[in-house]
């Protein structure tokens, strides 16, 4: 993984992320390699975050549906997102519904990336939610999303501590 991420980060074709970090790049290509993921796929698929590999949440939902679950986005507005799931052989449907208001409760709403693209950032956590329900181990060790990390780090950018969630 290393020998690739050394000649791959000297090249156009990674994200502007990782060019140039060999070490980010082997960090992504092995934690894209856990989850069935190729080298190339790995780097557009992660970013790294507080020193965590974190997924985009549509590569999330990409790894639950190649593992034969369902996932689907059932509505979604600058204002609430609803994402539906439901395990491979189960007729169990989970959800998990994101609003504007539930952000804003969380202190989301005050950044960039959720004054220019709310819709969007809502089907994200909905997204990264419901795939944990329906498939925690398709997922395995990525139990946290890149739009879920990157709201816990501060106005300027810069990574904050990171929020206590608690089990239910």
């Given at each position: ?129 419901c795939c944990r ?9 990525l139990p946290y ?24």
């Open positions: 993984a290393h020998q690739i991420a050394v000649s791959l980060v000297k090249t156009s074709f990674v994200p502007e992320a990782f060019r140039d970090k060999p070490h980010e790049a082997t960090a992504a290509i092995l934690a894209g390699a856990e989850v069935g993921l190729s080298p190339m796929g790995a780097l557009r698929s992660f970013d790294v975050i507080q020193g965590v590999a974190a997924p985009r949440a549509n590569t999330l939902r990409a790894i639950v549906q190649s593992q034969g679950h369902e996932m689907w986005v059932e509505a979604e507005s600058s204002t609430q997102a609803k994402v539906c799931g439901r395990r491979r052989g189960s007729d169990v449907v989970q959800s998990s519904t994101w609003t504007i208001e539930r952000a804003s409760a969380l202190g989301l709403t005050s950044k960039q990336n959720w004054q220019k693209q709310p819709q969007a950032m809502l089907v994200a956590l909905a997204t990264g939610e329900r329906v498939a925690a181990d398709a997922i395995l060790g999303s890149y739009e879920e990390l990157q709201d816990s780090s501060d106005h300027d950018g810069e990574p904050s501590a990171p929020r206590k969630r608690t089990a239910k």
